[in-house]
């Protein structure tokens, strides 16, 4: 099973990007931004508590998380020959913790797209997005708070990977195709070394 993770800045096109892959190469778009808005959406104790920590735009704690990726990768149908991991790993931690879910389970990362876009960018396609999208933290205050956090916490992930050689940066600005053509090469070229 082919494994990728799409990371970058709130904003910087994860999500869109990995609706793309995913139909491209026929592999499965894993978002745990997803999988926890719809915790929320079903009312539980447990999506309270996460909403509360979305809304203010801080991450959700790692060990809730990685039980949360445990789980979904335990549970992928037999037939699915790759996954994006969108949106995971956040901390270090996670992706230490990452590490251990794959090997324990004869898996491994093939390749990181970091997808890099401008500040000013972000934060316009944020509120944009805002617009209409209901979402809890597209809001200049949240958006505000997941930058620090992202920049804070999850920006150390790519030295992890770096150090690994698994890292790849990736422009993120220009039109969905030029974004998407630049990860194809990418794509193609760890999955041939597979
Ligand atoms: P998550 O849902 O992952 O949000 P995020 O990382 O903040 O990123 P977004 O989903 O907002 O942006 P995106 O990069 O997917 O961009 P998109 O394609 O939508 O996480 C939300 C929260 O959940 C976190 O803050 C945290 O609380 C929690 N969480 C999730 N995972 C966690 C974890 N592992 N650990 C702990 N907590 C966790 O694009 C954005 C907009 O731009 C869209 O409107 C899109 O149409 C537009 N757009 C896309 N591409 C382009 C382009 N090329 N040109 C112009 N516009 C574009
Ligand atoms: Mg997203």
Same mark, same amino acid.
């Given at each position: 099973?082919?494994?990728?993770?799409? @990371?970058?800045?709130?904003?910087?096109?994860?999500?869109?990007?990995?609706? %793309? $892959? *995913?139909?491209?190469?026929? %592999?499965?778009? /894993?978002? !745990?931004?997803?999988? +926890?808005?719809?915790?929320?959406?079903?009312?539980?104790?447990?999506?309270?508590? &996460?909403?509360?920590? &979305?809304?203010?735009?801080?991450?959700?704690?790692?060990?809730?998380?990685?039980?949360?990726? @445990?789980?979904?990768?335990?549970? /992928?149908?037999?037939?699915?020959?790759?996954? &994006? +991991?969108?949106?995971?790993?956040?901390?270090? *931690?996670? *992706?230490?913790?990452?590490?251990? $879910?794959?090997?324990?389970r004869k898996l491994k990362?093939? *390749? +990181?797209?970091? /997808?890099?876009?401008?500040?000013?960018?972000?934060? $316009?396609?944020? /509120?944009?997005?805002?617009?209409?999208?209901?979402?809890?933290?597209?809001?200049?205050?949240? &958006?505000?708070?997941?930058?620090?956090?992202?920049?804070?916490? !999850?920006?150390?992930? #790519? #030295?992890?990977?770096? #150090?690994?050689?698994?890292?790849?940066?990736?422009?993120?600005?220009?039109?969905?195709q030029e974004i998407l053509?630049? $990860? @194809?090469?990418?794509?193609?070229?760890?999955?041939?070394?597979?």
């Amino acid at each position: 099973m082919y494994v990728m993770i799409i @990371c970058g800045a709130p904003g910087s096109g994860k999500g869109t990007q990995s609706d %793309l $892959i *995913a139909e491209k190469y026929n %592999l499965l778009h /894993l978002s !745990t931004g997803d999988m +926890l808005r719809s915790e929320v959406a079903s009312g539980s104790e447990l999506g309270k508590t &996460i909403d509360s920590f &979305i809304s203010n735009g801080e991450l959700i704690p790692d060990e809730l998380m990685e039980d949360l990726l @445990c789980h979904r990768i335990d549970t /992928l149908e037999p037939h699915i020959k790759g996954v &994006i +991991l969108d949106g995971f790993p956040r901390t270090v *931690a996670q *992706a230490e913790a990452l590490e251990g $879910i794959l090997t324990d389970r004869k898996l491994k990362v093939d *390749a +990181l797209v970091d /997808l890099d876009v401008r500040h000013d960018e972000l934060i $316009i396609r944020l /509120l944009n997005r805002g617009k209409t999208s209901g979402r809890s933290d597209d809001n200049i205050d949240t &958006i505000t708070q997941r930058l620090h956090v992202y920049a804070e916490k !999850t920006m150390p992930v #790519n #030295n992890y990977y770096i #150090n690994k050689g698994m890292y790849h940066k990736v422009e993120g600005m220009g039109t969905r195709q030029e974004i998407l053509d630049r $990860i @194809c090469s990418v794509i193609d070229k760890t999955m041939s070394q597979k």
